[in-house]
């Protein structure tokens, strides 16, 4: 996850939600535990129907930080979901300056999946999902997927609601607003290969 504070008291946010073929840690729901892989272009197909996705802070529904329709970019690239967008919340822009903004998580609804054991565990690969929604988590969450870190919360339901896998970040930068513009961060390319296993 990416942070700028510009001077104005807006942030801009952006980071991979989750990297697409990493196996999660043990994730648990109402039938026991399981680990979980989202696919490669499961997150393009979400995109593609039709839908105005939100961001929210914590998944609560009543934080929307921003959507689709009014700046939030989402999409899948070869290392997985990539959000970006600015952010005016006075909360959340302090949050981001104290330093206790934790990463990126998602919630979905009605997965695809294919299920195998591996290591004595059921093994789910996602390959697809309805995405509803991305948001930012503070240090209030605890994630697990691992350079992604994923948790989950039983829905209660049969498992109709909506499931959330979160992101850890690795790093978070605060920055006053520079306007000079800058070529791209060389450590991209490097957290790049390492989500890719490289």
Known sequence: MEIKVRADDTMEVSGYVNAVGRESRPLRDGSGYFTET???????????????RRMLL???EGRELGRESAGLVLFEDAVGLFARATVDDPEVVEKAR?????????????????????????????????????????????????????????SGDGGAGVQIRAMEAQSVSVEAEDPAPKGPDPAWGARIRELKGE
């Open 98 to 154: 104290a330093g206790k903004l934790r990463g990126w998580s998602f919630g979905f609804r009605n997965p695809e999946q294919t299920v195998e054991e591996r290591g004595g565990m059921p093994h789910r690969t996602v390959t697809g999902l309805e995405l509803v929604e991305v948001s930012i988590i503070d240090d209030s969450k605890l994630p697990c997927y691992e350079a992604t870190s994923v948790f989950t919360r039983a």
């Open 38 to 52: 989202i696919a490669p272009g499961t997150f393009a197909r979400a995109l593609s129907m039709d839908g105005d």
């Open 58 to 60: 914590n998944h609560d």
